[in-house]
């Protein structure tokens, strides 16, 4: 299996590659973006992308949404040494599918590379006939990816749709932060569950446009919950 790795850290850079060589990977390596960017546009081999956030010519951040714009959608795990909250939203927002942070275990950046691969590989995807999810008059099409409310259209990006597309999946549950960054973002590791707050509020806010009800609600120290209270008043 090819892996691509933008990383101008020669240090970094043989670890990683020792690492995932002797775990069965083949890694090619880009030194800068701009390098990086090129062999990610001219070569739709590679499984998976790491990519680091500083680097010289073209940032990870930039790289990344290059390679976005061409909707190239290999999956891209992020480095970088920056681990606030706001960072990871940036590389998320950007259209990474995961973020770690410097120094890291190369077990744990193994692992994750799993799972981005089971995830890109459907394995863990659930298997379901439903085409339209609804909840009031809030639709999902998991075929075309497109959602409405009230008859206006919502604007997702890839990250606020999986995570809508859970929470419409699990109506009524509580659903603790650990478990949707587990199943959205697919990480099973002590991620800052911070990040799912940002996006709770993203999707709010475009969920609540035009004067419509609010649909997710905070359950106070455990989580959140997708439910119509005014629905659930008027039913018996």
Same mark, same amino acid.
């Given at each position: 299996m090819k892996l691509l790795l933008i990383e101008d850290e020669p240090a970094v850079v043989s670890v990683i590659t020792r690492g995932l060589t002797e775990a069965g990977y083949e890694v090619s390596v880009a030194p800068d973006g701009a390098s990086g960017l090129r062999m990610a546009l001219d070569n739709p081999i590679f499984s998976l992308i790491i990519l680091d956030v500083m680097l010289p010519a073209l940032n990870g951040i930039e790289v990344c949404k290059a390679i976005r714009r061409e909707e190239i959608a290999t999956p891209i795990l992020m480095l970088t040494a920056l681990g606030t909250t706001e960072n990871i939203v940036m %590389?998320?927002?950007? %259209? =990474?599918d995961d973020?770690?942070? @410097?120094? $890291? @275990?190369?077990?744990?950046?193994? =692992? /994750?590379? /799993?799972?981005?691969?089971?995830? @890109?590989? %459907?394995?863990? =995807?659930?298997?379901v006939s439903t085409t339209v999810l609804q909840m009031a008059n809030l639709s999902l099409n998991t075929d075309t990816k497109s959602a409405t409310r009230a008859g206006y259209d919502i604007q997702l990006t890839a990250t606020e749709y999986r995570l809508l597309e859970y929470l419409l999946r699990n109506p009524r549950k509580v659903l603790s932060r650990m478990e949707i960054l587990e199943q959205v973002w697919g990480i099973? $590791?002590?991620?800052?569950?911070k990040v799912v707050d940002v996006y709770i509020n993203y999707l709010r806010k475009k969920l609540n446009k035009n004067g419509q009800s609010e649909l997710i609600q905070t359950v106070t120290g455990l989580g959140y919950m997708l439910k119509d209270n005014n629905l659930d008043e008027d039913t018996p």
């Open positions: %590389g998320l927002d950007s %259209g =990474a973020y770690l942070v @410097k120094p $890291f @275990k190369l077990q744990e950046l193994e =692992a /994750r590379i /799993r799972s981005l691969l089971r995830r @890109k590989s %459907g394995i863990a =995807a659930p298997v099973d $590791f002590n991620m800052n569950t």
